[in-house]
């Protein structure tokens, strides 16, 4: 009898200890634009940008096992969601970070809060995520539209760009940043003239550039990104669209698009971003690390954004032991202030929006550019509560349930 009980004793003991020892283990799914024109400002460089958070993390000391792994969306809804399906169901990922291309983060973020994982969101622009489409899995991390038209569209009104004619990719993220941005272009005094819509991944925007001439506005806004920014600015020039008279309103500019305009052509646009690689000493210790992985390159905000969400998210598992339950690790995220050496200081309020400043850059001159990616001057700060939206403006069910 003695000996059964001792035996039960010593299975209990080990059946615990192996349930321990899954419960330590993390898998993180980079869901992202692998080989289209997102794939610079995200794809493998958000994968890397995963890994140095894991490595800096001080968990793989600590027993836990946590692997990373990658996905190309191709910017399909549909094959983007057949990828998160089969990571949540067959290869047990927790965690999906980056995910560029608002079309494809809503359905992710959907999918996710069924299956009660995480969703970590830096690629993806569309303010819906963290208003009318915010999940208690999900947080949305980097920037948004909101902040982007808070911080450029303002700035251009301010400055005399008074009329506005859009120029926008047609998906929810176009959409979402032609939304904002003409909002915020009333709001401060100024008027939408016109718009027009092209598909993502155009390869000719002859057409849509005569008719943003034609309208004679003041400014011409891209709500655009990637391929489709950089495509459209060359073609603007080639077209005299600056020479006339009008701006070019870049609303959503990364580094990598910058440098495959080069500054000649890119020189004094004004654009919002979320981080700098060549900011302060910590970002551009990070950009070294990241530049050793990736040669050639400096890490886009999206990138960034990926290292401070996952560590981030690896503090909380670190605090609660477990992963397992994808709404409680984001509750105990949302708990923790947070604190990293790319963002600084930050919090997360109960809508899933991640806080710190954005910032308002300007494209420098040739002649002003000391090398290689050496390519923002900082025009001006927008504190971390001024950045993105009132809590309370974005309806948000979070929200109002809390209330």
Same mark, same amino acid.
């Given at each position: 009898?003695?000996?059964?009980?001792?035996? +039960?004793?010593?299975?209990?003991?080990?059946?615990?200890?192996?349930?321990?020892?899954?419960?330590?283990? !993390?898998?993180?799914?980079?869901?992202?634009?692998?080989?289209?024109?997102?794939?610079?400002?995200?794809? @493998?460089?958000?994968?890397?940008?995963? #890994?140095?958070?894991?490595?800096?993390?001080?968990?793989?000391?600590?027993?836990?096992?946590?692997?990373?792994?990658?996905?190309?969306?191709?910017?399909?809804?549909? !094959?983007?969601?057949?990828?998160?399906?089969?990571?949540?169901?067959?290869?047990?990922?927790?965690?999906?970070?980056?995910?560029?291309?608002?079309?494809?983060?809503?359905?992710?973020?959907?999918?996710?809060?069924?299956?009660?994982?995480?969703?970590?969101?830096?690629?993806? +622009?569309?303010?819906?995520?963290?208003?009318?489409?915010?999940?208690?899995?999900?947080?949305?991390?980097?920037?948004?539209?909101?902040?982007?038209?808070?911080?450029?569209?303002?700035?251009?009104?301010?400055?005399?760009?008074?009329?506005?004619?859009?120029?926008?990719?047609? *998906?929810?993220?176009?959409?979402?940043?032609?939304?904002?941005?003409? +909002?915020?272009?009333?709001?401060?005094?100024?008027?939408?003239?016109?718009?027009?819509?092209?598909?993502?991944?155009?390869?000719?925007?002859?057409?849509?550039?005569?008719?943003?001439?034609?309208?004679?506005? #003041?400014?011409?806004?891209?709500?655009?990104?990637?391929?489709?920014?950089?495509?459209?600015?060359?073609?603007?020039?080639?077209?005299? !669209?600056?020479?006339? @008279?009008?701006?070019?309103?870049?609303?959503?500019?990364?580094?990598?698009?910058?440098?495959?305009?080069?500054?000649?052509?890119?020189?004094?646009?004004?654009?919002?971003?979320?981080?700098?690689?060549?900011?302060?000493?910590?970002?551009?210790?990070?950009?070294?690390?990241?530049?050793?992985?990736?040669?050639?390159?400096?890490?886009?905000?999206?990138?960034?954004?990926? *290292?401070?969400?996952?560590?981030? *998210?690896?503090?909380?598992?670190?605090?609660? @032991?477990?992963?397992?339950?994808?709404?409680?690790?984001?509750?105990?995220?949302?708990?923790?202030?947070?604190?990293?050496?790319?963002?600084?200081?930050?919090?997360?309020?109960?809508?899933?929006?991640?806080?710190?400043?954005?910032?308002?850059?300007?494209?420098?001159?040739?002649?002003?550019?000391?090398?290689?990616?050496? *390519?923002?001057?900082?025009? @001006?700060?927008?504190?971390?509560?001024?950045?993105?939206?009132?809590?309370?403006?974005?309806?948000?069910?979070?929200?109002?349930?809390?209330?």
């Amino acid at each position: 009898m003695k000996k059964t009980i001792a035996f +039960a004793a010593l299975a209990a003991t080990l059946l615990s200890g192996t349930a321990f020892a899954q419960e330590k283990t !993390i898998k993180i799914g980079n869901l992202s634009d692998q080989s289209g024109l997102y794939a610079d400002a995200t794809g @493998g460089g958000s994968t890397i940008a995963a #890994k140095l958070a894991v490595e800096d993390s001080g968990l793989l000391a600590k027993g836990w096992k946590i692997e990373v792994v990658a996905g190309d969306h191709q910017n399909k809804a549909d !094959i983007g969601t057949n990828i998160a399906r089969q990571w949540y169901d067959v290869d047990k990922v927790d965690l999906i970070v980056d995910t560029p291309n608002s079309g494809v983060a809503l359905a992710v973020s959907t999918l996710t809060k069924e299956k009660n994982k995480v969703f970590l969101n830096s690629g993806a +622009a569309t303010s819906d995520l963290s208003g009318k489409a915010c999940s208690p899995n999900t947080i949305h991390w980097t920037y948004d539209t909101y902040a982007l038209a808070n911080g450029t569209g303002k700035a251009i009104v301010k400055n005399g760009g008074d009329s506005w004619f859009f120029l926008t990719a047609d *998906y929810a993220f176009g959409h979402a940043l032609e939304r904002d941005t003409g +909002a915020v272009v009333e709001a401060n005094g100024g008027k939408v003239v016109g718009k027009v819509r092209h598909p993502i991944n155009s390869p000719d925007f002859s057409s849509y550039l005569l008719q943003a001439q034609a309208s004679k506005a #003041k400014v011409v806004g891209l709500a655009n990104a990637g391929g489709d920014t950089t495509n459209s600015i060359k073609q603007a020039a080639e077209f005299g !669209i600056t020479a006339g @008279g009008q701006k070019l309103a870049a609303l959503l500019l990364f580094i990598t698009d910058v440098h495959a305009l080069g500054l000649s052509v890119a020189q004094g646009l004004t654009f919002t971003e979320a981080f700098y690689w060549d900011m302060n000493d910590g970002t551009r210790a990070f950009a070294d690390r990241f530049s050793k992985q990736k040669p050639g390159f400096k890490p886009t905000m999206v990138q960034a954004g990926v *290292y401070s969400a996952v560590r981030h *998210y690896l503090k909380a598992a670190d605090a609660l @032991g477990s992963v397992s339950d994808g709404a409680k690790v984001v509750a105990k995220m949302k708990e923790m202030p947070t604190d990293d050496a790319l963002f600084g200081q930050g919090s997360i309020r109960a809508d899933g929006r991640k806080l710190h400043p954005v910032y308002l850059f300007e494209v420098k001159k040739p002649s002003e550019s000391k090398g290689a990616w050496d *390519y923002y001057k900082l025009m @001006g700060t927008i504190p971390a509560d001024q950045a993105f939206r009132p809590m309370d403006k974005g309806d948000c069910p979070l929200v109002s349930a809390a209330k």
